[in-house]
């Protein structure tokens, strides 16, 4: 368990921001027709201006830039050349190395309209999520936010908590110790210690919690087919209350000005 310095803290804040600077990029552009191969170069593009480099590519032999998780996909969906259409969930996932230091975080848009049953999914999952960071102070243990996230999707909301996928701590690597389960109990697992870092992520379905992974060796889906919804934040934990070291107040402002995202959900 690394736990980082206050200027290193600030470092790793300004790559959590490039982050949540780049979804704001993502979100002025969905809209139905638009392809996440597209998405994928923007984001690219974007990342390298901020002179940074996208994380994800070739991480472990990882072919993209971003993560465009569709629908059924959890997560680490292959971004592809397929328009996007009305109604699709559309999660993306984005890490930045920058100035050495990763920022890892992810954001779930709807395209056009939706059911309220998928509308109330995303809802939950997103406050599952501030529950979970919530908890992320200073002697606590990572089982606090796991239950937290637990008891809220699947105990009051009967949705599925993915088991398998974890979030995890940050820093000079992008996935560092301690993992963070979405799952777990109250008071166990390692005590939180000031300035760690840790990317909290809930990735909830709306069905069964059973995923399988595609030929592709990334590609992770639902095994009933049915919409997964994944939210991330960066974070560091502090004495009574974590500091959210990404920011989507400015991915949300994007999101209301886009005629084409739905954010009835909030």
Known sequence: MFCK?????????????????????VAKMLKPGVSTLQIDALCNQFIRDN???????????????????????????????IPLQQGDVVSIDIGVILQGWHG???YTFIIGDTSAEILQLVKVTKESLYLGIEKAFVNNRVGDISFAIQDYVERKHRYGVVRELV????????????????????????????????????????????IY????????????????????????????????LSDYSIIEAAEKANPHLNSAYY
């Not at 310095?5 to 990029?25: D, F, G, H, N, R």
């Not at 639902?222 to 004495?239: L, M, S, W």
Request: aromatic share 6%; with cysteine; glycine share 8%.
């Open 213 to 244: 992974t595609d030929e592709d060796g990334w590609t992770v889906r639902t095994r009933d087919g049915k919409v997964a919804v994944h939210f991330e934040h960066d974070i560091c934990v502090k004495r009574n209350k974590a500091l959210i």
């Open 104 to 106: 890892d975080h992810a």
């Open 5 to 25: 310095t206050e200027s290193e803290v600030k470092l790793m804040q300004q790559a959590a921001l490039l982050v949540s600077q780049t979804l704001v990029e």
């Open 167 to 210: 979030g995890h701590g940050l820093g000079k690597e992008l996935h560092e110790d301690p993992q963070v389960p979405n799952y777990g109990k109250r008071g166990a697992g390692p005590k939180l210690r000031e300035n760690l870092i840790l990317a909290i992520e809930p990735m909830i379905t709306l069905g069964s919690r059973e």
């Open 51 to 81: 002179k940074a480099v996208p994380s994800f590519y070739q991480y472990r032999g990882y072919p993209h830039n971003i993560c465009a998780s569709v629908n059924d996909v959890v997560v680490h969906g292959f971004p592809n050349d």
